[in-house]
């Protein structure tokens, strides 16, 4: 019953979401007023004109936004009948559906109102509250309700540290909570999609407001990692001294501090730049946390390969945001990173082997063993720099000072690879570990400055 609770909420999150993609495409495509009428496309017909493509594509939009409050509601029932006793469950449940009616409200009177901007922002803004409250529930209904002693009463807190906590130490938690190397590569993500689509002409405001956006999500995402995690931390070496299990955080505001930047991420976006890069900021961050973190991360041994994809949002975010539309360079850059996240994290698990084993995580080397998990690296590795020449040849996007970069970054990386393959130690699958840092970093800023010297050394190759 628990985990066919579990999957009811991520299938009602899966809805809502798809609810507001299909929003963002009928504003897009201005299908908004595709029907003059509500809840019947027009006030002569309910449904409508085959012929008439917006009146189509709105009314498709309000019959999936139907089907999905039937599902809110099917979730809210069953959580009254049997999870009342989980507090947190319920209440993000209840919240959920008692914006349900405010955003169908909203909904008839942006119609009524002509699309009105304030109040189809107020309905964008609801929707995105509305998702929030049902990923928030389907979170803890994986995680489940706070852990109780054998006697049945809530269990105590660990000692808070004994030494004062300064307003600069508590500041400095907060910052490893958001894990400032990943958010730097996340960034720097962003950067290379921005430039790869904007250029030498891309806005610098664009770009700020992006890039801030899309490090604000990928901040949210990683603490929402770490309030996740935080038993299994307390029991692993590398992770046991971080802010939550060693009580240096509170819970709630670690929760809080997550959910206020995930939110804080979507509202400049979409409000400073368009609504496709906020909702693809919006979907890296709920693939992160709800399908990798929650789903597949102590699952499968696979995790890593399909978790790798929430690295890729951050490209697509950048390139969306100067053009409004997606296109193959921009997906190509994000195939880039999700080829890159196996050998490095498989090369980090290869270090920490018994330490994911304590944590109870299926990792490669633990499920597959270490011999396996060196072949799979070295194979990524030559997709990995197989797919980086693609840049060049055929999609004539970059020229010969990636293409040099590219070469001499991929080789070095096949190289330490192909030594963890011959010569395993962990020191090798250290070294590769970091080396593959670097190669990402490299590569992104030889995107950069190959876009940014197309101006004056047109340097194209087909």
């Given at each position: 019953?628990?985990?066919?609770?579990?999957?009811?909420?991520?299938?009602t999150?899966?809805?809502?979401y798809?609810?507001?993609?299909?929003?963002?495409?009928?504003?897009?495509?201005?299908?908004?007023?595709?029907?003059?009428?509500?809840?019947?496309c027009?006030?002569?017909?309910?449904?409508?004109?085959?012929?008439?493509?917006?009146?189509?594509?709105?009314?498709?939009?309000?019959?999936f936004?139907?089907?999905?409050?039937?599902?809110?509601?099917?979730?809210?029932?069953?959580?009254?009948?049997?999870?009342?006793?989980?507090?947190?469950?319920?209440?993000?449940v209840?919240?959920?559906?008692?914006?349900?009616?405010?955003?169908?409200?909203?909904?008839?009177?942006?119609?009524?109102?002509?699309?009105?901007?304030?109040?189809?922002?107020?309905?964008?803004?609801?929707?995105?509250?509305?998702?929030g409250?049902?990923?928030?529930?389907?979170?803890?209904?994986?995680?489940?309700?706070?852990?109780?002693?054998?006697?049945?009463?809530?269990?105590?807190?660990?000692?808070?540290?004994?030494?004062?906590?300064?307003?600069?130490?508590?500041?400095?938690?907060?910052?490893?909570?958001?894990?400032?190397?990943?958010?730097?590569?996340?960034?720097?993500?962003?950067?290379?999609?921005?430039?790869?689509?904007?250029?030498?002409?891309?806005?610098?405001?664009?770009?700020?407001?992006?890039?801030?956006?899309?490090?604000?999500?990928?901040?949210?995402?990683?603490?929402?990692?770490?309030?996740?995690?935080?038993?299994?931390?307390?029991?692993?070496?590398?992770?046991?001294?971080?802010?939550?299990?060693?009580?240096?955080?509170?819970?709630?505001?670690?929760?809080?501090?997550?959910?206020?930047?995930?939110?804080?991420?979507?509202?400049?976006?979409?409000?400073?730049?368009?609504?496709?890069?906020?909702?693809?900021?919006?979907?890296?961050?709920f693939?992160?946390?709800?399908?990798?973190t929650?789903?597949?991360?102590?699952?499968?041994?696979?995790?890593?390969?399909?978790?790798?994809?929430?690295?890729?949002?951050?490209?697509?975010?950048?390139?969306?945001?100067?053009?409004?539309?997606?296109?193959?360079?921009?997906?190509?850059?994000?195939?880039?990173?999700?080829?890159?996240?196996?050998?490095?994290?498989?090369?980090?698990a290869?270090?920490?082997?018994?330490?994911y084993?304590?944590?109870?995580?299926?990792?490669?080397?633990?499920?597959?063993?270490?011999?396996?998990?060196?072949?799979?690296?070295?194979?990524?590795?030559?997709?990995?720099?197989?797919?980086?020449l693609?840049?060049?040849?055929?999609l004539?996007?970059?020229?010969?000072?990636y293409?040099?970069?590219?070469?001499?970054?991929?080789?070095?990386?096949?190289?330490?690879?192909?030594?963890?393959?011959?010569?395993?130690?962990?020191?090798?699958?250290?070294?590769?570990?970091?080396?593959?840092?670097?190669?990402?970093?490299?590569?992104?800023?030889?995107?950069?400055?190959?876009?940014?010297?197309?101006?004056?050394?047109?340097?194209?190759?087909?």
């Amino acid at each position: 019953m628990q985990d066919r609770f579990r999957w009811a909420t991520l299938l009602t999150a899966a809805l809502v979401y798809g609810t507001i993609v299909m929003g963002g495409y009928v504003t897009a495509s201005g299908s908004g007023l595709g029907c003059s009428h509500w809840p019947g496309c027009e006030p002569d017909h309910f449904f409508p004109a085959l012929g008439d493509p917006h009146a189509v594509i709105e009314w498709t939009h309000r019959t999936f936004a139907f089907f999905t409050g039937i599902a809110l509601l099917g979730v809210f029932a069953w959580a009254v009948k049997e999870k009342r006793s989980d507090r947190r469950l319920f209440q993000s449940v209840t919240f959920a559906f008692l914006l349900l009616p405010v955003q169908a409200g909203l909904g008839a009177v942006t119609v009524f109102t002509g699309l009105n901007p304030a109040i189809a922002a107020m309905h964008t803004g609801t929707a995105a509250a509305l998702f929030g409250s049902i990923v928030a529930a389907n979170i803890f209904a994986f995680i489940g309700p706070k852990r109780v002693t054998t006697a049945g009463a809530p269990s105590e807190p660990a000692p808070a540290p004994s030494e004062p906590r300064d307003a600069r130490s508590r500041a400095k938690d907060y910052a490893l909570m958001v894990k400032p190397g990943i958010l730097f590569l996340v960034v720097l993500t962003g950067l290379a999609g921005l430039l790869l689509a904007g250029g030498s002409r891309l806005s610098p405001w664009t770009a700020g407001i992006t890039l801030l956006g899309g490090a604000l999500s990928a901040a949210s995402a990683n603490a929402f990692n770490h309030y996740l995690e935080r038993d299994v931390d307390a029991q692993m070496t590398r992770t046991k001294k971080r802010p939550l299990p060693s009580q240096r955080v509170p819970e709630r505001a670690a929760f809080v501090f997550a959910a206020a930047m995930a939110v804080l991420a979507f509202v400049l976006l979409g409000l400073l730049v368009n609504l496709l890069a906020a909702f693809l900021s919006l979907a890296g961050l709920f693939f992160y946390i709800g399908v990798y973190t929650v789903w597949l991360k102590p699952r499968t041994p696979q995790n890593i390969v399909i978790g790798g994809a929430a690295g890729s949002f951050p490209a697509l975010v950048g390139w969306a945001a100067v053009t409004g539309t997606l296109a193959w360079p921009a997906v190509l850059l994000g195939a880039l990173v999700f080829l890159w996240t196996p050998p490095h994290f498989w090369a980090l698990a290869l270090v920490y082997k018994e330490d994911y084993a304590r944590g109870g995580f299926p990792m490669m080397p633990n499920v597959k063993g270490e011999a396996h998990t060196r072949k799979e690296i070295w194979a990524y590795t030559l997709l990995l720099v197989g797919a980086s020449l693609l840049f060049v040849w055929p999609l004539n996007a970059l020229g010969v000072l990636y293409l040099a970069a590219a070469l001499v970054l991929g080789g070095l990386f096949c190289w330490y690879a192909w030594r963890l393959l011959q010569e395993p130690s962990t020191a090798s699958a250290r070294k590769l570990f970091v080396f593959s840092i670097w190669y990402l970093l490299g590569l992104f800023v030889a995107i950069g400055l190959d876009v940014l010297a197309q101006p004056w050394l047109p340097m194209r190759m087909f």
